[in-house]
């Protein structure tokens, strides 16, 4: 099982970058999926979720209207798109998978990507 990201880098306030987390070794449709984020000092915490249908979305509302989730099924690929990128979006981003297969919860995690915001 694997969950790699990428797409992070060093943006200036106000930027765009676009994460990807392509997933391998199990099966993706039926997973519901999420980025998470954790800056230093400080505790993860969910920024995005995707039903495993994509038909539902939630965000923390700190990212509302700026950021966006999606999937790609048949490519096994969750991507997070981030517009209007702010200092207090840096940390690290982390891609997440969650499901009820063979009569048990599986949950697996990325290794996570860095995104700094910075002037």
């Not at 702010?86 to 949950?107: F, I, L, M, S």
Request: glycine fraction near 10%.
């Amino acid at each position: 099982v694997q969950l790699v990201e990428s797409g992070g880098g060093l943006v200036q306030p106000g930027g765009s970058l676009r994460l990807s987390c392509v997933a391998s070794g199990f099966t993706f449709r039926i997973y519901d999926m999420s980025w998470h984020r954790q800056a230093p000092g400080k505790e993860r915490e969910l920024v995005a979720a995707i039903s495993s249908t994509g038909l539902n979305t939630n965000y923390r509302d700190s990212v509302k209207g700026r950021f966006t989730i999606s999937r790609d099924n048949a490519g096994q690929t969750v991507y997070l798109q981030m517009n209007s990128l702010k200092h207090e979006d840096t940390a690290v981003y982390y891609c997440y998978a969650t499901a009820w297969e063979y009569g048990n919860r599986r949950n697996y995690w990325g290794q996570g990507t860095q995104v700094t915001v910075s002037s």
